[in-house]
């Protein structure tokens, strides 16, 4: 079955680094990815997310594209701030097999930002 | 909007015991999903609905009971609680349009 893998956490950076989070995936049809985030006792919030391959989705200073070769969507931010810190959910979904209802999510990697 | 509520926010069960956790939403989203998070293991689907009178299981269904009378209200039931129901519970809803979830803010429930 489809499946997210992410990197394992936690991550912890200084103000004004560069993130990366490694996503790969594995779907035997053409999935939409997200990139989904949650706030300390917060629910989850889309972050950004790319239907089709190439696509980058991008918010906040957060980017992540869609590659298909690699079957990944890792996901940047140039220079991170202590208000970025918080868990991040890759997920996908394949509209063509009962519905985006249907999200998968990897594990989640906890992103702490020091000043 | 108040996009979608969850109540209550934490509860604490004994084994065996029933409970009933309510999400509503006022987007008028077709769809909508309950899922519940543990640590190291993400957030995985125990049922959904495509739309009032119809629902289906996900990924970890057993011990939950859901209906969709109307298109605003989804309960997740549990019938005779356990402590591997001990978790974090999101709902969850998009529209016929979009691939996009709206999240609620969660119930924290434990199972003594």
């Known amino acids: 079955g489809d499946s997210v893998t992410q990197m394992e956490g936690p991550v912890t950076l200084s103000e004004e680094a560069f993130l990366t989070i490694n996503c790969t995936y594995t779907?035997?049809?053409?999935?939409?990815l997200f990139w989904y985030v949650q706030y300390p006792g917060e629910g989850l919030q889309l972050l950004l997310k790319a239907t089709k391959a190439d696509d980058k989705g991008s918010n906040k200073g957060f980017e992540a594209t869609y590659r298909k070769e690699t079957t990944s969507f890792h996901l940047e931010k140039g220079s991170v701030q202590v208000s970025d810190s918080a868990v991040y959910f890759c997920a996908l979904t394949d509209p063509r097999r009962g519905g985006s209802e249907k999200l998968v999510f990897g594990k989640g990697t906890k992103l702490t930002v020091n000043p | 909007n108040a996009g979608v509520t969850q109540t209550p926010k934490f509860q604490v069960l004994k084994t065996g015991q029933s409970m009933t956790l309510q999400c509503a939403q006022d987007m008028n989203h077709e769809y909508m999903s309950w899922y519940r998070q543990d640590p190291g293991m993400g957030l995985r689907l125990i049922h959904y609905?495509?739309?009032?009178?119809?629902?289906d299981q996900g990924e970890v269904p057993n011990g939950y009971n859901v209906s969709r009378s109307t298109t605003e209200d989804f309960p997740l039931r549990l019938l005779s609680a356990a402590p591997s129901q001990t978790s974090v519970y999101f709902c969850?809803?998009?529209?016929?349009?979009?691939?996009?979830?709206?999240f609620g803010p969660g119930t924290r429930l434990t199972v003594l």
């Open positions: 609905s495509v739309g009032a009178g119809i629902t």
């Open positions: 969850a809803s998009r529209g016929f349009s979009t691939d996009t979830q709206y």
């Open positions: 779907a035997t049809g053409y999935p939409s």
